[in-house]
């Protein structure tokens, strides 16, 4: 992908070039320039580890159960994140335990429970805190 972003960046810069009379002396000129801009895109992109992440998570597998899933989708949620949960399930039926902040947080917890490849039904015993 670095590589791809570079030479896109060294094609436009040499056709430029070009296009404005490019001299023989403006070789120097250019690959410096090119040099700067691979150390920026460099330092600009995430690191090998960063985009590696996503991709550990997937060597672990995946969860074969409704249950596994469900938790697997809440604990990855950003907006769920931290949030203690318990599921469980009877076949294709899932219920979700637990205290969530809010009842936007709730909406979103039972949601994901519902969109979840092998989960039929949801029972919602998620607690909302009185007052919020």
């Known amino acids: ?13 040499f056709v430029v070039l070009v296009g404005s009379r490019f001299s023989p002396a403006d070789g120097d000129k250019l690959a410096a320039v090119s040099r ?10 995430p690191t090998d ?7 550990g998570a997937f060597r672990r597998g995946l969860p074969d159960d409704p249950a596994g899933r469900v938790k697997a989708r809440l604990e990855t949620d950003r907006r769920l994140a931290g949030l203690p949960f318990t599921v469980s399930a009877e076949g294709e039926k899932v219920t979700l335990r637990g205290v969530v902040p809010d009842a936007a947080a709730r909406k979103r917890a039972v949601s994901l429970a519902e969109n979840t490849v092998g989960v039929a039904e949801v029972v919602d015993e998620l607690a909302v805190p009185a007052g919020l």
């Not at 700067?36 to 992109?45: H, S």
Request: charged share 15%.
């Open 1 to 13: 992908m670095r590589q791809m972003a570079a030479a896109l960046i060294l094609l436009a810069l």
């Open 49 to 55: 580890a960063a985009l590696a992440g996503p991709v």
């Open 36 to 45: 700067l801009t691979a150390t920026k895109l460099r330092d600009a992109l």
